[in-house]
Structure formats: C-alpha cells, structure tokens
C-alpha cells in the first residue's frame, strides 16, 4: 500500500512513556535515524492525547520538527484522537493515510477517521490481535521502506 502521510502517536510510539519530566524526552531506540528515513519518503505528522508542553518538547529535541509536517494534540484542541487525526487529514489533503499507535484505543481512532492502522507493540499496550504488530521503531521503518 501506497500512503501519502504517516501520523503517528508520541508517547509509546515515539518517546518512551513515563518521563513527562525528563529534561530531554526518551526516545524509543532507532527513532531518530528512522523518523529521517521515512521522512525522506513520506510526509510524517503527529496526533498525540498529550499536551502541548510535551508535544513542543519533543519537536524541540534533535530538530524533530524539521521532519513533521503538521501535528495536532489534546491539549491544544480539547478534542479526542480521531477527531484530531481527521482534522489533520482533512488539514493536509491527505487520501490514503496511515496511522502508527501504540494502544487499544489508537486503533479505534485510527479506524474511526478512515486511517489504515499498524501497531507498535513494544508501546503501551503491547500485542494487539488483528493488527500488524512490530517489536521496535527499526522494524517499522523497514516496512515502510
């Protein structure tokens, strides 16, 4: 399958969950080198249930904003995921877009906005049933290049 985006989640997907207060967020291993991989292929964009504190946070680490095209989150729009994955969709004029979770509830809302789905099972909610499951960021990267 072809995408003309890529959404992902942060916490659990692409930073480790739990150092909210960490002075630099922790990266899941590879992200770096992965997240400019992909971007050389895809446009790349954040939806994250986090605040707007740790979403800046993130893309002011490592020069993570040069490689996101748009991003959203709960704490700039009081909105739920998939709301805030159709508004960056619709944002963007995106077709075919694919969204890169890591819990229960990322796969709802990926399907809920019409965004094919696959999971990271080294996240939040570990291996989900019926879904493309990966063990680690490299993983997803290969499979989308």
């Not at 790349?44 to 979403?55: A, D, H, P």
């Not at 490689?67 to 994955?85: M, S």
């Not at 969204?99 to 399907?111: C, L, M, P, R």
Request: glycine letters at 8%; aromatic letters at 14%; charged letters at 25%.
């Amino acid at each position: 399958m072809t995408y003309d985006g890529i959404i992902f989640d942060l916490e659990g997907t692409m930073q480790k969950a739990g150092y909210f207060n960490s002075p630099r967020p922790v990266f899941v291993e590879g992200l770096v080198v992965g997240i400019k991989k992909l971007a050389e292929k895809y446009p790349l964009f954040i939806v994250s249930n986090c605040g707007n504190r740790m979403l800046n946070h993130f893309l002011d680490t490592d020069n993570m904003r040069s490689y996101f095209r748009d991003w959203e989150c709960l704490g700039n729009t009081g909105l739920g995921k998939a709301e805030n994955i159709k508004d960056v969709i619709t944002r963007n004029n995106l077709k075919s877009t694919l969204y890169v979770g890591d819990s229960f509830a990322d796969i709802e809302a990926a399907k809920t906005a019409g965004a094919a789905y696959i999971h990271a099972a080294y996240g939040l909610d570990g291996w989900a049933d019926n879904e493309k499951n990966f063990q680690n960021f490299a993983d997803i990267v290969k499979y989308l290049t």
